[in-house]
């Protein structure tokens, strides 16, 4: 330390000038690359992720109302018949046998499926459930004789 004491008192003043004016641009340097740079990406970052999710949200809306005006449609359309019509009608046209039909009252039924494809039983649950507006409040599902097929009991109730 003493042998750079006495270097800088050996130095002209216009190289101690120099040298504090140099410290200084460097310092300004290193403090903009190791502390404002560093916040300034995040924040561009925080800037572009909020964009993206403004934009998300946007979707979401609009894909929430069309749901919601073809959901009205859709649920004046499928309340046409009984529960018990409209389950029969989409088990024949997804290739299902009905084992039993037992109905509760005009808003439920219990029915039960023996031995049918499994594809065929998620395509139907899908209909039932999405197009024809009718839930699914109980289901019990069990492997079947071979590969691929399923007995299932289902509890049905429509709004």
């Not at 200084?24 to 403090?31: K, S």
């Not at 809306?61 to 009984?82: D, E, L």
């Not at 290739?95 to 499994?118: C, H, T, Y």
């Amino acid at each position: 330390m003493d042998d750079i004491k006495e270097w800088w008192n050996q130095a002209s003043t216009r190289d101690q000038i120099a040298l504090v004016v140099c410290g200084g641009i460097l310092a300004v340097y290193l403090a903009y690359v190791v502390l404002l740079k560093p916040v300034t990406a995040m924040r561009d970052e925080q800037i572009r992720k909020n964009a993206s999710q403004e934009q998300a949200l946007e979707r979401v809306r609009n894909y929430a109302a069309i749901w919601v005006n073809q959901g009205t449609k859709k649920k004046s359309a499928s309340n046409k018949g009984s529960i018990v019509e409209v389950v029969d009608s989409s088990l024949r046209q997804n290739n299902l046998k009905l084992s039993g039909m037992q109905p509760s009252g005009s808003d439920d039924v219990r029915i039960r499926l023996e031995q049918v494809a499994f594809d065929n039983l998620l395509a139907w649950l899908y209909q039932i459930e999405v197009t024809q507006r009718i839930q699914v409040k109980d289901i019990s599902v069990a492997t079947g004789s071979s590969t691929g097929l399923v007995s299932a009991n289902l509890r049905l109730h429509r709004d």
